[in-house]
């Protein structure tokens, strides 16, 4: 998948497009909860820390490294500094740090937001302001805007920028596909383990038929291949279906 496509389907198409429906979900007058403040936030941070990720330049130039591994973090304030703080510099200048820290971690492991942050949706005039509680107020609604708008500027970099955000997309890629393929093998080997031991005492089945699971996948492999639908057709990451398109057995996209 080239670049102009990635940006196509997976920044303009899911991101953005999953931002825009959350920012959609207002509560009735019996809900208290669920406006999806926290989802709004922890999507838009992990969009800006893969975005830094496709064009900082700086890990390259003084680091030489090129593992995504070593530059978490890094990735996401190097967007925030180049491409988010433009778009209003007094709001968001010296706060990278906080909503790293406070905000992406928190919800990201635990969706929990740390101590000191408020999460608000349509409070526009206190958006990244500290109140006088000490909590940094974050306006979901107003933290998209200013996303969308910081994207703008990152899109405006690709004709500088093509062959390094070319060059960094397929280094992810390609550890992402690294990451899938051993996570598969290590479950594959443990669960062949299991069936050898069912084999060597078939009274432990209890009459099922001991199938090794890497033969299973291999078959399930075998038949797809005769689809209509070549396999390099395939997203370059995790599986999303279109919403006019069931996924397996009826399931939603995304």
Not at 140 to 160: L, P, T, Y
């Amino acid at each position: 998948m080239n670049l102009d496509k990635f940006i196509e389907q997976y920044i303009k198409g899911y991101l953005f497009q999953d931002l825009k429906k959350m920012i959609g979900i207002t509560l009735s007058d019996e809900e208290r909860y669920g406006a999806a403040g926290y989802p709004i936030l922890s999507t838009s941070v992990a969009g800006m820390e893969l975005l830094g990720w496709m064009i900082n330049v700086s890990i390259i130039n003084n680091k030489t490294k090129t593992d995504r591994k070593e530059s978490t973090g890094s990735d996401f304030l190097f967007f925030w500094d180049h491409f988010m703080v433009p778009t209003n510099p007094l709001k968001y200048s010296g706060k990278g740090k906080l909503i790293l820290n406070l905000v992406r971690h928190g919800i990201a492991h635990t969706f929990l937001a740390k101590p000191g942050i408020l999460v608000t949706k349509n409070n526009s005039a206190h958006h990244m302001e500290v109140s006088q509680d000490s909590y940094l107020v974050v306006d979901a609604i107003s933290f998209v805007k200013d996303f969308k708008n910081a994207f703008q500027i990152w899109e405006s970099r690709i004709g500088d920028s093509k062959n390094l955000m070319e060059f960094r997309l397929k280094i992810l890629l390609n550890k992402y596909t690294k990451d899938s393929s051993n996570a598969f093998k290590e479950y594959f080997a443990s669960q062949d383990a299991a069936t050898d031991q069912l084999m060597a005492n078939p009274d432990a089945a209890m009459g099922s038929p001991a199938v090794r699971v890497k033969d299973f996948f291999a078959n399930s492999i075998s038949n797809a291949s005769t689809s209509t639908t070549p396999l390099s057709a395939a997203p370059p990451s995790g599986m999303r279906f279109d919403d006019s398109v069931a996924g397996p057995s009826g399931s939603p996209r995304g």
